[in-house]
């Protein structure tokens, strides 16, 4: 069935997603506050709104994909009185849980209805639809937004209630964000023991180091010409997207009291890169810190 969406955030993310959705048929309605990012999505086959109320006026689905949570609930402020009433609004962004089940509430106080659902796969899925999307809300809001999610990715997993799709996005990108320190490290360590880098990897992919850090992302050119790392870390997944992520991982293990040492620490080290090279590099490029460093120690 065709829907009519209205698509909020055309940036790197939103602009292929929002391309994607209109590829599959459905009209999709786009704005965003960068002209550019219109201008793209517009060719791409997305109908420019003038202004984001006439975007969301004409909907029954709105997607958010914006920056950071205080960007979702400012929006949600300006246009949940203008949406018609029982609306579905789905944010794809990566926000705090607290602020995700605050949009929920929000919305549902407005007489709408509500599904958190981030996403994986960075830009490269996102072109190729083959995003993963983690929902958390009702039932009956995750089966109405399942095929449009689809259209847009290649993998959809209902996460449980309102916050879950957050939850489970900051716990993956903790476990992701440390492996590729663990990864990092262990190649700057093979090289002061003379090990090259294709030699490590053979062994690490095929034996219990294997992880998306270093099979798909590695961090040193050569064994994964796909990765960035063969690019000069152009990204690719930014530091300071990963930084964020972590960050809200980090946030929710201190609400929460729970003993996350390694994320915190992961945290700490990408926040530090993440103020260095912001969304230059790649969160891969952390092993030229790691290396660096390492030169200062001995
Ligand atoms: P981006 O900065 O490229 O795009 C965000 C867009 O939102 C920008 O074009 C900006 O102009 C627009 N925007 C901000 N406030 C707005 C408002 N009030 N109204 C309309 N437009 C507004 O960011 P991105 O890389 O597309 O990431 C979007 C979200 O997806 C983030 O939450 C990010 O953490 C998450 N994410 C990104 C990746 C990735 O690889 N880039 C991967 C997974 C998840």
């Known amino acids: 069935m065709s829907r009519t969406v209205a698509f909020i955030g055309l940036g790197h993310m939103g602009g292929p997603m929002a391309a994607n959705l209109a590829k599959a048929g459905h009209r999709v309605i786009g704005h965003d506050l960068d002209l550019t990012a219109v201008e793209a999505a517009a060719g791409a086959g997305v109908e420019p709104a003038a202004s984001v109320t006439e975007a969301v006026g004409a ?11 205080r960007h979702v609930l400012g929006l949600y402020d300006d246009i949940l009185a203008t949406a018609r009433p029982g609306t ?6 990566t926000i705090d849980v607290a602020d995700a089940r605050t949009a929920h509430e929000r919305a549902l106080a407005a007489g709408m209805r509500a599904l958190d659902a981030p996403v994986s796969g960075g830009v490269v899925g996102a072109e190729a639809a083959t995003l993963t999307f983690m929902a958390g809300g009702d039932e009956g809001g995750f089966a109405e937004a399942r095929p449009l999610l689809e259209a847009m990715g290649r993998k959809t997993v209902h996460c449980g209630g309102p916050g879950a799709g957050q939850a489970a996005k900051i716990c993956n990108n903790m476990i992701l964000g440390v492996s590729m320190i663990a990864v990092s490290e262990a190649f700057v360590l093979g090289e002061s023991l003379g090990l090259s880098h294709r030699a490590l990897y053979e062994v690490a992919s095929t034996a219990s180091g294997q992880c998306w850090a270093l099979s798909v992302n590695c961090p040193v050119p050569g064994p994964v010409p ?12 930014a530091a300071s997207l ?25 945290s700490e080290l990408y926040a530090a890169y993440a103020e260095r090279v912001g969304d230059a590099e790649d969160f891969s490029g952390i092993i030229r810190t790691i290396r660096n460093r390492s030169g200062e120690a001995t």
């Open 59 to 69: 909907a029954d689905v709105v997607i958010t994909m914006l920056p950071a949570g």
């Open 242 to 266: 990963m930084a964020k992520d972590l960050g809200l991982a980090a946030h929710a293990a201190q609400e929460g009291g729970v003993r996350v040492e390694l994320g915190l620490r992961a």
């Open 88 to 93: 579905l609004f789905v944010d794809c962004s």
């Open 226 to 237: 796909t990765s960035p790392a063969n690019r000069d870390y152009r990204p690719g997944f």
